[in-house]
């Protein structure tokens, strides 16, 4: 059984930083594709970022150059580095596991990633 956990959310101010982790069990995250995602309220469900391997990442275009996705697979655990924070920013963040055969391990192109697995989320609000 796959079990994702996010930990991290809470209150930022503009500008500022927070981490995010993801804590898997059920599947070695070194093996998978894994990515963030976030809803905001009155929103649809929007792809954050994604790693594959350790080391191939990809990101939505509004976050690109302020996230970083990371993992460690001692630990297994996925993280989100989240800089420059933003008002927009406000959402639940969630992590996923897996991914469906008809996608790709990106957030761009014409297959985007979706995933098999997902946690119940962490909510991270940003106040200016």
């Known amino acids: 059984q796959v079990r994702l956990e996010e930990s991290g959310g809470g209150s930022g101010q503009a500008g500022g930083s927070l981490r995010l982790s993801c804590v898997v069990s059920?599947?070695?995250?070194?093996?998978?594709?894994m990515g963030w995602f976030r809803q905001a309220p009155g929103k649809e469900r929007e792809g954050v970022a994604t790693?594959?391997?350790?080391?191939?990442?990809t990101y939505g275009n509004s976050v690109k150059g302020r996230f970083t996705i990371s993992t460690d697979n001692a630990s297994n655990t996925l993280y989100l580095q989240m800089n420059s924070l933003k008002p927009e920013d406000t959402a639940m963040y969630l992590c996923?596991?897996?991914?469906?055969?008809?996608?790709?391990?990106?957030?761009?192109?014409?297959?985007?990633?979706?995933?098999?697995?997902w946690g119940q989320g962490t909510q991270v609000t940003v106040s200016s």
């Open positions: 996923a596991a897996g991914r469906r055969f008809y996608s790709s391990c990106t957030m761009v192109g014409p297959r985007p990633y979706v995933p098999i697995y």
């Open positions: 059920g599947v070695s995250i070194g093996t998978v594709c």
């Open positions: 790693i594959v391997t350790g080391n191939y990442t």
